[in-house]
C-alpha cells in the first residue's frame, strides 16, 4: 500500500543547530510532494512544495527541502534552527489512490528548539 | 483573500445534541476538505466535495453528515457523536480536484469536545 513515513517523532535542538527531517514515500510514479508546520494552537501551513524541476526547493522561513527521486524522498532541512520553529512537521504526498489524487500525510515530528 | 476560515473555534457538545461545523473559503477554489485529527496524530481525510458534489467519503460513519452549499461554504452536521468522535476538525480547500498538484489551504480548525 502507498505510505509516507517520518522517521524522526521527536527531535530536540538547541538554536542554531542544523535541522534535517526525514520524509519518504512508497510509489514508484510522479509524485508532488508537501510540507507543512503546525505551530502550536496554529493551523497547518505550507513551508514548501516540489511539483517538478529543480528537485532543492526553498521553502518560507528559511527551510529548504530536497527530492531525491532515487531514494523515494523528500528531506526537509534548515541551516540553524530559533526558537520559534518549535512546532509540528507533517510531510505530505499527493498520491494516485481509487482514479484520484489524495494527501497521505506522514505521521508528523514533533521539533523542540531549546533557547 | 487567501484564507479558510472556521467556526466555531471550539465546541463542547453531548452524545445526544445535534452541531454543525462550518467552512468558508473565497479563494474560488472548487475543492474542499474535512479531515479529522487527533493529538499527535496526522490530519485524517474523511470527505471531499468537488464542484459542490460529495467526491469523497472515507467510510465514515453517518452521524458525520457534510453538506456544501455552494462553492464557498462546507458545513459538517454532527448528531449523537461519541465521546471518541473528540478531536481537532480541519477544513482545506485547494484550486481544483484530482490532479496531482493540487495544494491544500488548511483553516484553524474546530476543536471538538464530545461528553
Known amino acids: 500500500a502507498q505510505s509516507v513515513s517520518q522517521h524522526n517523532h521527536h527531535v530536540i535542538l538547541s538554536e542554531a543547530a542544523s535541522l534535517e527531517l526525514g520524509c519518504n514515500y512508497s510509489y514508484g510514479g510522479t509524485v508532488n510532494l508537501f510540507w507543512y508546520v503546525q505551530y502550536p494552537g496554529q493551523h497547518l501551513q505550507l513551508l514548501l512544495k516540489?511539483?517538478?524541476?529543480?528537485?532543492l526547493v526553498k521553502g518560507i522561513k528559511g527551510f529548504e527541502a530536497e527530492f531525491i527521486k532515487s531514494k523515494f524522498s523528500f528531506n526537509l532541512r534548515k541551516p540553524s534552527v530559533q526558537w520559534s520553529d518549535t512546532a509540528e512537521y507533517f510531510c505530505?504526498?499527493?498520491?494516485?489512490?481509487?482514479?484520484?489524487?489524495?494527501?497521505?500525510f506522514g505521521t508528523g515530528t514533533r521539533l523542540k528548539v531549546l533557547a | 483573500d487567501t484564507e479558510v476560515t472556521q467556526t466555531p473555534k471550539h465546541l463542547v457538545m453531548g452524545m445526544t445534541n445535534k452541531k454543525s461545523l462550518k467552512c468558508e473559503q473565497h479563494m474560488g477554489h472548487r475543492a474542499m476538505y474535512w479531515y479529522k485529527q487527533k493529538a499527535k496524530k496526522p490530519p485524517e481525510l474523511m470527505f471531499v466535495y468537488s464542484y459542490e458534489k460529495l467526491s469523497i467519503n472515507e467510510s465514515v460513519p453517518s452521524r458525520f453528515s457534510p453538506e456544501c452549499p455552494n462553492s464557498s461554504l462546507l458545513n459538517l452536521h454532527l448528531h449523537a457523536l461519541q465521546p471518541e468522535d473528540s478531536a481537532l476538525y480541519l477544513c482545506?480547500?485547494?484550486?481544483?480536484?484530482?490532479?496531482?498538484?493540487?495544494?491544500?489551504?488548511f483553516g484553524p480548525g474546530t476543536r471538538l469536545t464530545v461528553l
Open positions: 516540489y511539483f517538478s524541476g529543480d528537485p
Open positions: 505530505a504526498v499527493n498520491l494516485p489512490t481509487s482514479g484520484t489524487y489524495k494527501y497521505i
Open positions: 482545506a480547500s485547494s484550486q481544483g480536484w484530482g490532479e496531482s498538484y493540487n495544494e491544500q489551504f
